[in-house]
């Protein structure tokens, strides 16, 4: 029988995907040498990068193999006679065979696909979609369940490396694919944690590379980078975090969701003249309305994003509990909402209580209207970076300090507890903040713990952590999706089962 040609060259594109998800260090390092761009190339299709193939490779179960694998071991099973035969059986049914850098060598490159340690077969525009759902992984495996069956330690191993290759040239560690999946995600989800921890290592040392090199811009909010330099510019809302069109982590602004820049969530057909769906800013923030279907348990702005909501008062009551261990301490909270965390402070019975809001809307809700008439509070209007220096002038000392603002970025949380926040807390004063930063993803939450957690220490600042379950009995998923918990809003700005209560105290 007269070989068949040979297949042609593929694409570097295809070969970068070959290469990470046959965890090939050698051909790996050939391709990034004469290409450093492919480390983040993403398939048209799958939206898969390097990251996602290594990851996948480490998975050897039949809903994670590649179609040319499976492919080869059916052909294998049934029977037939040579090599030649096989490789021509695939080529028959409109598949060329990866061959990992084995060019010349069909035996090599089959006996590779038998194993399943192939990438999936490409169309000239991307993977197949037969490809795409024999590539999709397991939706039942979980961190939880430890390593997936099937996965050697071989593959486990051999993953590590390529994943550490792979980022040491500077693979992207939060890329979406178009299942809204970070490799971080992925890995979560598949149970590897070891490749888990080293994309959240990695995830924390870019955001701190890009926190020196821009000022912290890259964690804040992308519609507010223009004010950066202003006096009143920014704002932290630790709930939420999305990449923005550049790939940069916009850390703090929990208007944000898990949904991908160029699919907006629909505006529910019962809202009539439907509000602009751009980001919350300072100023589009403060200068407009409150949406009219805010609510008690819900507080939404005019472009209904939540700014509040019911379902944090476990957080806000465990909060102010760690605050206030006894009766007759002086208190302030930045961000009044919904008063969630002002009502469980009055709990407490504190001596005084300062309440910081900017809001014009809020200024006039009926809820305030307890705290204006109770003598130990007192009520300041305006913005925190205008009010706090008038507190500092008076010598107001505060024995606890909450801080949970909205539509703010990251450098003017961090001015707050940088600059201005030592003056106004007494001798074993205790503080706290809303810590929503990444909420949409696991990897993005761990990755922003830990750099508040950095950015907190250099600060002089110790932090405490304190697991709080966000899960109701019986949801499938926070904010309670199932039960219409976000019905009418934007987008949620968490979906995680775990909230991270910091408790932060000076460091001696």
Known sequence: MTSPPPSPPLPPSEEIALAASTHNILLL???LNSDSSLVNFQDPETGYTPLHWAILGCISSDLSKPVEALKAERILGEGIKT?????????????????????????????????????????????SADSQTALAPPDGISATEGVPAGATEEDLESGRETVKLLLANGAIWNDLDVRDETPGCLAHRLGLSEIYELIVEAGVRAELLLGLLEGYAPLGDKDSE?????????????????????????KFNHAKSSQRDDEEKPIPSNITNPPTTSDPTPETYLTNPLHPSSTPN?????????????????????????LLPRPGLRVLNIGFGLGIIDRCIQSYSPSTHHIIEAHPSVLTSPLLSPFRANPTCTIHAGKWQHVLPLLIDQGLQFDAVYYDTFAESYAEFKIFFEQWLSPLL????????????GADRRVC??????????????AGWGVEWHDVPVREEGEEGMGG?????????????????????????ALE
């Open 481 to 505: 999706q199932e039960a219409g918990r976000w019905e009418g809003m934007r987008r949620p700005y968490w979906v995680l089962d775990t909230y991270r209560l910091p408790l932060c105290t």
């Open 298 to 322: 819900a507080l939404l702005d005019t472009s209904l994003n939540p700014i509040m909501m019911s379902w944090e008062t476990p957080i806000m009551s465990l909060s102010a509990s760690l």
């Open 445 to 458: 939450y761990d990755v922003y713990t830990r750099v508040a957690e950095m950015d907190l220490g250099k």
């Open 226 to 250: 223009d004010e950066e330099d202003e006096d009143d510019g920014g704002r932290e809302d630790v709930k939420g975090e999305e990449k923005d069109e550049n790939g940069e982590a916009d």
């Open 29 to 31: 390092k050939a391709l």
């Open 426 to 437: 007494a001798d074993g004063a205790r503080w706290a903040f809303f810590h929503g930063a």
């Open 83 to 127: 090599e030649k035969d096989q490789i021509e059986e695939l080529r028959h049914n409109g598949e060329r065979t990866l061959e990992n850098g084995l060019a010349g060598d069909p035996t090599r490159a089959l006996e590779h696909a038998a194993k399943g340690t192939t990438a999936a077969t490409s169309s000239d525009h991307g993977l």
